[in-house]
């Protein structure tokens, strides 16, 4: 089946610091990638949809200075959260439709990200 | 209201019960129905589609009521594996194409 990556797996951070997390298709073209943030106990939430060679679209109440997103190829997208607070603390997951198959969503195994 | 609405549970059953999860979406436009599975600190992964007719994988049947607005989720022979959230998913074509409203998850706690 398809594979989605996502670098790095966990991260702790000082407040104030920005992180970057890559959501990479491994054996496929993903034209649209999404970002999603779960907090404990909770649903999954789309941040933003990142369409390959175009700005993204953000969920209402999403700050896009905030949260970065490049989707500079058709494999890889990223996410950088900038000057990150304890609240950003979440787990992110992206996923990736694949341009041959676009009902089907392949998820990476999602980013832990702490700030301290 | 929510897009999609689900009992969180938790369901505690023991191995070998039948344990049955339902979900609502509000949007009637919605085209596309998917029933995840998320382990612990884990990504969600797709454990079925469902379809109109309903559908059967094993151990696992999904049923759809477009009239009602409903889907469900029957497990019988439960396995400790098992244990595990279950995501209801909607994909509604909207303005983005693809984007998919989850359901908080039914957690499901099988016991030997």
């Known amino acids: 089946g398809a594979v989605v990556s996502q670098h790095p797996s966990r991260v702790i951070c000082k407040s104030g610091t920005s992180v970057k997390i890559e959501c990479r298709s491994l054996?496929?073209?993903?034209?649209?990638m999404f970002w999603y943030r779960q907090f404990p106990k909770q649903s999954l939430m789309l941040m933003a949809t990142s369409n390959e060679g175009s700005k993204a679209t953000y969920e209402q109440g999403v700050e896009k200075d905030k949260f970065l997103i490049n989707h500079a190829s058709l494999t890889l997208s990223t996410l950088t959260v900038t000057s990150a607070h304890p609240e950003d603390s979440s787990f992110y997951i992206c996923s990736a439709r694949d341009r041959a198959r676009v009902d089907e969503q392949y998820f990476g195994p999602g980013t832990r990200l702490t700030v301290t | 209201r929510k897009e999609v609405e689900q009992d969180p549970g938790p369901f505690n059953v023991p191995e070998g019960a039948t344990v049955a999860f339902n979900c609502t979406y509000s949007n009637s436009a919605s085209q596309s129905f998917f029933w995840y599975r998320q382990d612990c600190r884990k990504e969600p992964k797709l454990l079925m589609s469902?379809?109109?007719s309903g559908n059967e994988d094993g151990r696992f049947t999904a049923q759809l009521n477009r009239a009602s607005q409903y889907i469900s989720l029957l497990i019988r022979d439960s396995k400790l594996s098992d244990s595990a959230t279950y995501l209801c998913v909607v994909n509604s074509r909207g303005s983005t194409l693809g984007r998919l409203y989850f359901g908080r998850g039914t957690q499901l706690t099988v016991w030997p």
């Open positions: 054996d496929f073209q993903a034209t649209t």
């Open positions: 469902v379809y109109s």
